[in-house]
């Protein structure tokens, strides 16, 4: 758990003005999300987190600088994610995790882009006076095509707003009847291309009063899979699985899942039918997909349910990906001593299936595994996935590697290639902007001296996607939220949610050669 916010020195100050918040091109089609350059968690309902309206706002052939301004400290406790009506209109939501200083439940601000103040606030709760004992942990906020805002948290959705942040409407999401309603939550949405919303709720062990995301892990909360009634300490029940109607806010369809589902739900349209994937268990782990109607209506396809967890040791997975015809899902989000894997599987037919260890053959830190419990393997964000490349991008904290990985289903044998790997020790998603000619692959480096998970401070890197050479590199800054993503911007920058509470505003640039001091 971190908890120092030691005194940092950014890199400069940028003064923006509001002319300076240039508009990108108009958006592709990404129904039934708003057309801005950010609506949604990961762009699209695939999760593919490629921002195709952002860009890389300094040079792929010179030396850049970065520079950045900052909010108030502690304003946004555990940021999240943040989403765009357009340049002059940005919302973030946050407070999900209860674990850290000042994160009591879930909020939306409204923020101002120059600025980085909040222009209105709305909390949703409060773990510490109005919602003693429910359990906070971090849902997510989208915009629908509608233009308004919907936010999961604990088990409720919220319709808000963005005007002014007034609640239009919530609704109670549904949770095992047998369950204590304060251990339930649900951990993000998606949505289908006709405007279906689908959740997965998530629980935590029965008895387990920890707040935020370290009431899943084994080490202070361990689930019981023997538990033999629901009031035995550590008894965790399956999943709940939920479509609902944004319009009137009402549920349309539900079912129990056969098992706990930890990763989020991901959303493609293949064969002219809207399919929602989700990974059950903690490990074997089984891929599943569930046809969602237009009506809502979730109908399990028992055609399609390939293992993800092909070796013995490997732990949970993370949110599948979708790249083209393809799925795909990295596993080990549960720190282990088994290298992971990347598993890609067709959508047309599962037992076309493809797998590696990309980085079996590197050595892991022993500083790191000794500060970790002597785990040599933790993934705890999914894939990235750009379809115009076939290339997949992945990490492992442990062995500090970053790559790319080029999936081949032309010949008669699919295959997985490296393409590239470079030493970079990260633990959040990474994302990818710019249009498909120049790709720029963006994420965070923690400091060699920090365990992750436990480190004070990070980095954020920008890398040619194609290479992964590396373009730019901020300044040592306050750790952004555990789990999360950096999140695009419009003009070429981009926001770092810090997990204390300061968001900041990052700027890559081409240097001047006058002030470049790497000379």
């Not at 222009?119 to 509608?146: A, C, E, K, R």
């Not at 089984?286 to 732990?315: F, I, N």
């Not at 393997?377 to 991008?393: F, I, K, P």
């Not at 436990?454 to 050479?469: E, K």
């Amino acid at each position: 758990m971190r908890w120092a916010l030691p005194s940092i020195a950014l890199v400069g100050a940028l003064v923006i003005t509001t002319g300076g918040l240039s508009s990108a091109a108009p958006a592709p089609s990404n129904s039934p999300w708003y057309p801005s350059l950010s609506s949604f968690e990961h762009y699209d309902s695939s999760r593919s987190h490629v921002f195709s309206q952002a860009y890389f706002g300094g040079s792929t052939s010179e030396k850049n600088v970065v520079t950045s301004i900052q909010s108030a400290t502690d304003q946004y406790p555990s940021g999240y994610n943040m989403v765009y009506k357009d340049a002059a209109h940005a919302y973030i939501y946050g407070g999900g995790y209860g674990n850290y200083p000042g994160s009591v439940g879930a909020f939306v601000d409204q923020v101002d882009p120059v600025t980085l103040a909040s222009v209105w606030h709305t909390q949703l709760m409060d773990y510490t006076t109005t919602d003693p004992g429910v359990w906070d942990y971090p849902g997510v906020m989208g915009m629908l095509s509608d233009g308004n805002l919907y936010v999961t948290y604990s088990h409720k959705l919220a319709k808000i707003d963005p005007s002014d942040g007034h609640l239009i409407s919530t609704l109670d999401l549904p949770y095992n009847a047998e369950a204590d309603p304060n251990n339930a939550a649900y951990n993000g949405f998606n949505a289908t291309s006709d405007g279906v919303l689908v959740f997965k709720s998530v629980y935590r062990p029965y008895g387990c009063t920890a707040q935020g995301p370290t009431a899943l892990s084994p080490a202070i909360c361990p689930a019981n899979p023997s538990a033999a009634t629901p009031t035995t300490t550590g008894w965790v029940p399956p999943s709940e699985f939920v479509s609902v109607d944004p319009t009137t806010m009402t549920v349309l369809h539900q079912l129990t899942l056969p098992a706990p589902a930890g990763a989020r739900p991901t959303v493609a349209r293949f064969n002219g039918k809207n399919y929602a994937y989700l990974v059950e268990g903690y490990g074997p782990c089984k891929a599943v997909r569930y046809e969602v109607g237009s009506d809502g209506t979730l109908t399990l396809d028992p055609t399609w349910a390939p293992l993800v967890t092909q070796v013995t040791g490997q732990t949970a997975t993370t949110s599948l990906v979708v790249l083209k015809d393809w799925i795909a899902v990295a596993n080990n989000s549960i720190r282990t001593t088994v290298p992971m894997s990347v598993t890609a599987i067709s959508q047309a037919d599962a037992t076309k299936i493809v797998s590696m260890q990309p980085f079996a053959n590197d050595t892991p830190d022993p500083w790191l595994v000794a500060n970790l419990g002597g785990a040599t393997s933790m993934v705890g964000a999914s894939l990235s996935a750009d379809a115009s490349s076939n290339l997949l991008y992945v990490f492992d904290t442990v062995p500090r590697k970053i790559a790319a990985l080029r999936l081949s289903v032309n010949g008669p044998t699919p295959k997985l290639t490296t393409a590239w790997k470079k030493t970079q020790t990260t633990t959040e998603f990474t994302m990818l902007i710019g249009d498909a000619r120049h790709r720029v692959l963006v994420s965070t480096d923690i400091p060699a001296n920090e365990v992750p998970g436990q480190n004070a401070n990070g980095m954020a890197v920008w890398r040619d996607a194609a290479t992964g050479r590396e373009l730019a590199r901020s300044a040592v800054i306050p750790a952004m939220t555990w789990g999360s993503m950096i999140q695009p911007f419009y003009n070429g920058d981009l926001m770092w949610e810090g997990e204390l509470g300061t968001l900041y505003r990052l700027s890559p640039r081409k240097a001047h050669e006058k002030n470049d001091k790497r000379k």
